[in-house]
T-cell receptor, first 108, second 110 residues
């Protein structure tokens, strides 16, 4: 079993829709939870970062962590075509463990 | 802005060749990482380094070695390239818990 499970998609939504992305994990030692965004032919860049259970908002993005269920989510409200990218969850104990990434396409 | 650069964006090599992938960061970070990224598998850690001349194996070190002679430079070496090493290779350096990635090198081994 992988340490971090993420559905690779692909996910295609119309502009303005809410995008919901999820990861599950098995290692209780993970303390930091991150979401990276990767545009085509680019390296990943950090989108959001949290270390506690609950919600964290940043503009149209909300990261949610449920440590008891070992489940993390990323929600994108009012999605835009510029949000089309691959989204990777990443969890940190002493090193980062990444999910497989979910490819999202937002149709204009 | 942190900048992580990789020596090549695209590389084509033949089976058995020795391959060097170079990574340079300009923010004086101590920690540097090499990953490979494959469809459906995400990023997998090959090697990382916490300091000059220090190296640690990641999850998939077989077939690879690394060199860190200077703080800003971390090199990944494929001693004898094989077709199953065709992949996207990403270098990263770390500040606190954020990893800054380079643009990646797409390596094809024929």
């Amino acid at each position: 079993q992988k340490e971090v499970e993420q559905d690779p998609g692909p996910l295609s939504v119309p502009e303005g829709a809410i995008v919901s992305l999820n990861c599950t994990y098995s290692n209780s030692a993970f303390q930091y939870f991150m979401w990276y965004r990767q545009y085509s032919r680019k390296g990943p860049e950090l989108l959001m970062y949290t270390y506690s259970s609950g919600n964290k908002e940043d503009g149209r993005f909300t990261a949610q962590v449920d440590k008891s269920s070992k489940y993390i989510s990323l929600f994108i409200r009012d999605s835009q075509p510029s949000d089309s990218a691959t989204y990777l969850c990443a969890l940190n104990d002493y090193k980062l463990s990444f999910g497989a990434g979910t490819t999202v396409t937002v149709r204009a | 802005d942190v900048k992580v650069t990789q020596s090549s964006r695209y590389l084509v090599k033949r089976t058995g060749e020795k391959v060097f992938l170079e990574c340079v960061q300009d923010m004086d970070h101590e920690n540097m990482f090499w990953y490979r990224q494959d469809p459906g598998l995400g990023l997998r850690l090959i090697y990382f380094s916490y300091d000059v001349k220090m190296k640690e194996k990641g999850d998939i070190p077989e077939g690879y070695s690394v060199s860190r002679e200077k703080k800003e430079r971390f090199s990944l070496i494929l001693e004898s390239a094989s077709t199953n090493q065709t992949s996207m290779y990403l270098c990263a350096s770390t500040s606190d818990n954020e990893q800054f990635f380079g643009p990646g090198t797409r390596l094809t081994v024929l």
